[in-house]
């Protein structure tokens, strides 16, 4: 089946402490994306990426990073310069950016926690 | 500041009822306005979306509802099931440019 598969479901940060949550499409997508979910706050979009070596910062961009070394893969970074890291992450694709002809389509999240 | 506005926050509706969620935003540049459902513990799946040049739009028992001059845009689900239990979310972005999501809505369907 073709999907998005996030991992891990759960994930613990300690203080001080740079964590990856994975993120793997085998849909040919060339768009990837980051989400951050938080009660009361819908989705924010922390970084995107249109191709391969390519992303740009979304609205929250601060204390996370990404690369995007295979077109299949967009792995997220929280550093410890993140001081709010706890939420609910997740990823999407799309055959392209120009999502109204090409919906999106979600993984099913990370939940960040602090220890 | 919110792109765009969602309301209600949670919405509690008999089987069998219609179940209203409705959105408002500013940017007139918005020409994609897609809605969401999301089950607990999973990603949201596109539900349905509209673009501007018409009015309604609809999918076996949902509609969108969309006001251009209003700058209004709603969710109607018909005869709703406790299986449409879920958060829905509205969104609206320019062509190719960042998606901006409401805040949901919490759907409760009463048996």
């Known amino acids: 089946d073709g999907g998005i598969t996030q991992s891990p479901k759960y994930l613990f940060r300690k203080e001080g402490q740079n964590v990856t949550l994975s993120c793997e499409q085998n849909?040919?997508?060339?768009?990837m994306y980051w989400y951050r979910q938080d009660p009361g706050q819908g989705l924010r979009l922390i970084y995107y990426s249109q191709i391969v070596n390519d992303f740009q910062k979304g609205d929250i961009a601060e204390g996370y990073s990404v690369s995007r070394e295979k077109k299949e893969s967009f792995p997220l970074t929280v550093t410890s310069a993140q001081k709010n890291p706890t939420a609910f992450y997740l990823c999407?694709?799309?055959?392209?950016?120009?999502?109204?002809?090409?919906?999106?389509?979600f993984g099913d999240g990370t939940r960040l926690s602090i220890l | 500041q919110q792109q765009v506005k969602q309301s209600p926050q949670s919405l509690i509706v008999q089987k069998g009822g219609i179940s209203i969620i409705n959105c408002a935003y500013e940017?007139?540049?918005?020409?994609?306005f897609p809605w969401y459902q999301q089950f607990p513990g999973k990603g949201p799946a596109l539900l349905i979306a509209?673009?501007?040049?018409?009015s309604e739009k609809k999918e076996g028992r949902f509609t969108i509802s969309f006001n251009k001059s209003a700058k209004q845009f709603s969710l109607h689900i018909m005869d709703s099931q406790p299986g449409d239990s879920a958060t829905y979310f509205c969104?609206?972005?320019?062509?190719?440019?960042?998606?901006?999501f409401g805040t949901g809505t919490r759907l409760t369907v009463i048996p």
């Open positions: 509209i673009r501007p040049d018409v």
């Open positions: 999407a694709s799309s055959r392209t950016v120009d999502y109204s002809n090409q919906p999106q389509h």
């Open positions: 849909l040919n997508h060339d768009a």
């Open positions: 940017n007139t540049a918005f020409d994609y």
């Open positions: 969104a609206a972005s320019k062509r190719a440019n960042n998606l901006f």
